[in-house]
């Protein structure tokens, strides 16, 4: 087990950048995952990480240390719990972490319904989105510019494992993807557009999300095939993004009554 006791080190110096900045994670093609949770889950759906980063906090810990068993073939590194804590970010951090290499998405056809983000900024509500199309059945995400990193760690905390069951696209042309798509493309609004409830969403469909404080660009909307919008109570503005999202994708599950092998009654 390889030991690494400075914040000079060149091997904390690039774990450090790989964690803090999504560009130098594109360039590497490489990113941080951190938690016991987070590597099982990549364990278990992707494979073996390149690496190993655990505390000496985590050493000592079962769980920590039987992840560790099962991941024996991975080089590890060990830092002292300050150490840790500085590339971890977290105020009571969890003790593992692990180096892995970002999938890259297939380029096949998207083959059913899918979700475009278009420019959301906040990480939380990034992973939210991720963690809810997972779990409503979508198998490709596509991020246009101006998102926030899909592979930082906020927003691989926030998705919690969902990652690996996505194809993620990361500064993707929208507009393309729009074009291209063979279903119906459905821009969520805020205000002045079709009751979704009364909408048919039983066909294949790109749901297109926009930024917290803009909204769909104009560009973008002008191309939606359908324009939907949530019924709020009399002065409510909005819904925050991965709420409305969440209600979107599980209305259009509900109308296809994909409940997963679930009675529908």
């Not at 009571?92 to 900024?121: F, K, M, R, W, Y």
């Amino acid at each position: 087990m390889k030991r690494i006791a400075s914040r000079a080190n060149p091997t904390f110096k690039a774990l450090k950048a790989l964690s803090d900045d999504a560009r130098e994670q594109r360039r590497m093609g490489m990113t941080l995952l951190e938690g016991a949770h987070l590597v099982a889950t990549y364990y278990e759906k992707v494979g073996l990480p390149v690496q190993l980063v655990i505390s000496e906090h985590g050493a000592a810990q079962v769980e920590i240390q039987a992840l560790c068993d099962s991941l024996a073939a991975v080089e590890t590194i060990l830092m002292g719990d300050s150490l840790y804590r500085e590339l971890s970010g977290l105020a009571t951090p969890t003790g593992i972490a692990a180096i892995i290499n970002i999938p890259v998405p297939s380029s096949e056809s998207v083959s059913g319904s899918c979700v475009l983000l278009d420019s959301l900024q906040d990480a939380g509500n990034v992973g939210s989105i991720l963690r809810t199309a997972a779990a409503a059945g979508i198998a490709d995400v596509f991020l246009g510019p101006g998102s926030a990193g899909v592979w930082t760690p906020r927003v691989l905390r926030a998705a919690q494992g969902a990652h690996f069951d996505l194809r993620l696209h990361e500064q993707a042309d929208l507009l393309a993807v729009m074009t291209g798509f063979s279903g119906t493309t459905v821009a969520a609004m805020a205000h002045g557009v079709e009751i979704i409830y009364r909408q048919d969403l039983t066909g294949k469909l790109a749901w297109l999300f926009g930024s917290e404080g803009c909204g769909i660009s104009p560009a973008l909307e002008a191309a939606a095939g359908k324009r939907v919008t949530i019924p709020l109570a009399p002065g409510c503005e909005s819904l925050n993004v991965a709420v409305a999202a969440a209600i979107c994708l599980f209305e259009e599950v509900r109308q296809k009554h994909t409940l997963w092998g679930l009675p529908s009654s």
